[in-house]
Nanobody, 122 residues
């Protein structure tokens, strides 16, 4: 049984940084991938970054390349140079027993954390 719990969200000023963490249990260490998604009220989740344990591939959405590095194990998302447009609920997600590369679409994931609020405002 996979469980994911996010932490590290909160309120930050524009230009600031936050580090999101995903506490994961139940994952096969050799074959899983983890992704980070954002969701605005009334909208679909959007993938931000993901990392695959089996082939070490990492992918980013264009809007966060160079700003939101994901850790190799996928458990941390460092959010730098934050802008008000980054405000959203962020979730980590995982697919267990997966040997393929990760992706930034929700259909590739079957385990989700509860989400955590990130607010960028002065």
């Amino acid at each position: 049984h996979v469980q994911l719990v996010e932490s590290g969200g909160g309120l930050v000023q524009p230009g600031g940084s936050l580090r999101l963490s995903c506490a994961a249990s139940g994952l096969n260490s050799e074959s899983h991938y983890i992704g980070w998604f954002r969701q605005d009220p009334g909208k679909e989740r959007e993938g931000r970054a993901c990392s695959s344990s089996s082939n070490s591939r990492i992918y980013y959405a264009d809007s966060v390349k160079g700003r939101f590095p994901i850790s190799r194990n996928g458990l941390y998302l460092q959010m730098n140079m934050l802008t008000p447009e980054d405000t959203a609920v962020y979730s980590c997600a995982a697919r267990n027993n997966a040997h393929q590369a990760c992706g930034l679409f929700t259909f590739g994931y079957d385990n989700w954390g509860q989400g955590i609020q990130v607010t960028v405002s002065s």
